[in-house]
């Protein structure tokens, strides 16, 4: 005899499987909920009181999760807070090592994932270098032993050259036995004959020496000193001064389509205009100063003729330098006239007069030598 289900009887025996498929994941989890301490909320649901919500379900702390919680729990207590340093390595991430550029990627052996990095210690100091945090919590909190300083090996003793008992050579004595240490070479060596071991010495040194150590304040020995005396030699200057002419002309163009007076040959020469204005001044002031009035004379008559062969260039403005090299002569030829008189000598007289009628046309100022040489010859001869 066979019973026909109805359609609601099918439905029924549909939601009675659904309901016993439930309750082995429901007793699952009411299983693990009996170990936590946990307390249902008191929010009112659609569920039954003895059904566990869903709330309840993930709220629950599983077994793995607590014994995770308190190893991390303990973790936090035992190590300190990380420090900036240890963030910034921690978002770094793991360093990764770029074998393509390095020139011994089959020598080098690669440092393993887990592999400890050794610290640099210096062998020879006692200082403790600094590390990060991450070394010094995986190498504990104990710094590294220094290793000990490396001593030196022991020098060997020097080797004696020369056996026990020998006597040491003398020191020798640059003077001799005789006490001529203090004394220079000029003193000592006679080989030098005196006239070459004159000229080593200066002006002031020959002068020290004559008034000195010869005449010292004797006057019978200056009387015979003073006359034997001869006049500056001249020869010398002359021949610098010709020599600074002679840069004057090297230095103009030496073009046929160049003149050598113009302006560009005068900057050129510039630089030697004055090197020769300079020796001029500075022989007549030595002889100035010296007070040799015939060999200042001399000078003024040797020199007269070299400044006119400089030459003389188209602007006026660039003549300055031998208008001045005429207005020294002229200035020491008075001096010479005025200081020297009738001890210049009467032949030396006239012969100056008739330059001094030519250098005229040189320089207008000549005139006032003019009239001190006819003074000084007016003198000579109401002498004579």
């Not at 991430?93 to 210096?122: E, I, W, Y």
């Not at 008034?211 to 006049?231: I, N």
Request: charge should be positive; charged fraction near 20%; glycine fraction near 4%.
């Amino acid at each position: 005899m066979t019973t026909e289900t109805t359609p609601h009887q099918q439905h029924q025996q549909q939601q009675i499987r659904i309901a016993l498929s439930e309750i082995p994941s429901r007793l699952e989890a009411l299983r693990f909920a009996s170990g936590g301490a946990t307390t249902p909320t008191a929010t009112p649901n659609r569920y039954s009181p003895n059904e566990p919500t869903p709330a309840t379900l993930f709220n629950t702390p599983h077994l793995l999760d607590n014994t995770t919680n308190v190893a991390l729990s303990q973790d936090n207590i035992l190590s300190p807070m990380p420090s900036p340093d240890e963030m910034i390595i921690r978002q770094r991430g793991r360093r990764r090592f770029n074998n393509g550029l390095s020139p011994d990627v089959g020598n080098t052996p690669l440092r393993m994932p887990f592999q400890r990095t050794p610290t640099k210690v210096p062998l020879s100091t006692s200082m403790i270098l600094r590390s990060s945090p991450r070394k010094r919590l995986t190498m504990g909190s104990t710094p590294p032993a220094p290793e000990p300083p490396v001593m030196p090996s022991p020098t060997k003793a020097k080797q004696q050259l020369w056996p026990t008992g020998t006597p040491m050579a003398k020191k020798l004595r640059l003077g001799g036995e005789d006490g001529n240490s203090g004394k220079p070479i000029a003193q000592i060596n006679e080989e030098t004959p005196l006239p070459v071991v004159l000229q080593g010495m200066s002006q002031q040194q020959l002068i020290n020496l004559i008034v000195g150590e010869l005449v010292a304040g004797d006057a019978t020995t200056e009387e015979s000193f003073r006359s034997r005396l001869p006049m500056p030699d001249i020869n010398p200057l002359e021949e610098e001064l010709l020599h600074a002419k002679r840069q004057i002309f090297r230095s103009l163009p030496t073009s046929r389509l160049c003149k050598k007076t113009d302006s560009s040959a005068y900057s050129r020469a510039s630089l030697h205009l004055s090197e020769f204005k300079r020796l001029l001044t500075a022989h007549t002031k030595q002889l100035y100063d010296s007070g040799n009035w015939d060999a200042l004379l001399d000078y003024v008559t040797m020199a007269w003729p070299i400044v006119r062969a400089t030459p003389h260039w188209d602007s006026a403005t660039h003549n300055v330098i031998r208008r001045q090299c005429f207005k020294l002569l002229a200035c020491h030829c008075i001096a010479s006239l005025k200081n020297g008189g009738q001890r210049l000598g009467m032949a030396r007289l006239h012969e100056t007069e008739r330059n001094l009628r030519e250098w005229t046309r040189d320089y207008e100022d000549v005139q006032s030598c003019l009239s001190a040489l006819n003074k000084a010859i007016a003198k000579g001869r109401a002498t004579l």
